[in-house]
T-cell receptor, first 111, second 113 residues
Framework: AQSVTQLDSQVPVFEEAPVELRCNYS??????LFWYVQYPNQGLQLLLK??????LVESINGFEAEFNKSQTSFHLRKPSVHISDTAEYFC?????????FGAGTRLTVKP | NAGVTQTPKFRVLKTGQSMTLLCAQD?????MYWYRQDPGMGLRLIHY???????AKGEVPDGYNVSRLKKQNFLLGLESAAPSQTSVYFC????????????FGPGTRLTVL
């Protein structure tokens, strides 16, 4: 079964700084990759996903993630963060009926 | 549309008590899931269902039972609660597995004393 590793449990950054949240996965077959965001006291919401095609995928609020098959990574980036981006971010890998989530990265944006 | 709703939002149980968590979705999704979220461990799949009348075990099924008698509802039962089951429980639904995203409910915070 696949597994997902999010390399940083907490990432503090200042407002308007760039940020990268790292995600690596292990799987021997083709997978689908997702990033979800969880705001305080809420459920998870889809941020973006990679299914096939272009390895760079973007969300509507400025986040992007790049699928790197050789490094089995799907890192999430944003060139300039806002206070409202403060949340927990989960990387997920889907294979068949099984979706596995990483442990999460708590992004804190400071003024 | 309400999306995915969960009842109750909070619950405190004593060890050995039983309870049922209710999940409802109004998106006509075939697939439904129950997860638990614990600090530093992300979300772990307890049970899931690929359609009305079907259920399957996930990663951490022990101590839980589920039922999917109606397509829109997915129930999670704890027959004899234990402190190790203190967690936040999330229900999710999706059109299918694989390529399609899952839609999550707001969660149920359960404390077992």
């Amino acid at each position: 079964a696949q597994s997902v590793t999010q390399l940083d449990s907490q990432v503090p950054v200042f407002e308007e700084a760039p940020v990268e949240l790292r995600c690596n996965y292990s799987s021997s077959v083709s997978v689908y990759l997702f990033w979800y965001v969880q705001y305080p006291n809420q459920g998870l919401q889809l941020l973006l996903k990679y299914l096939s095609g272009s390895t760079l995928v973007e969300s509507i609020n400025g986040f992007e993630a790049e699928f790197n098959k050789s490094q089995t990574s799907f890192h999430l980036r944003k060139p300039s963060v806002h206070i409202s981006d403060t949340a927990e971010y989960f990387c997920a890998v889907s294979e068949g009926n099984d979706m596995r989530f990483g442990a999460g990265t708590r992004l804190t944006v400071k003024p | 549309n309400a999306g995915v709703t969960q009842t109750p939002k909070f619950r405190v149980l004593k060890t050995g008590q039983s309870m049922t968590l209710l999940c409802a979705q109004d998106m006509n999704h075939e697939y439904m899931y129950w997860y638990r979220q614990d600090p530093g461990m992300g979300l772990r799949l307890i049970h899931y269902s690929v359609g009305e009348g079907t259920t399957a075990k996930g990663e951490v099924p022990d101590g839980y039972n589920v039922s999917r008698l109606k397509k829109q509802n997915f129930l999670l039962g704890l027959e004899s609660a234990a402190p190790s089951q203190t967690s936040v429980y999330f229900c999710a639904s999706g059109r299918t597995s694989g390529v399609h995203e899952q839609f999550f409910g707001p969660g149920t915070r359960l404390t077992v004393l």
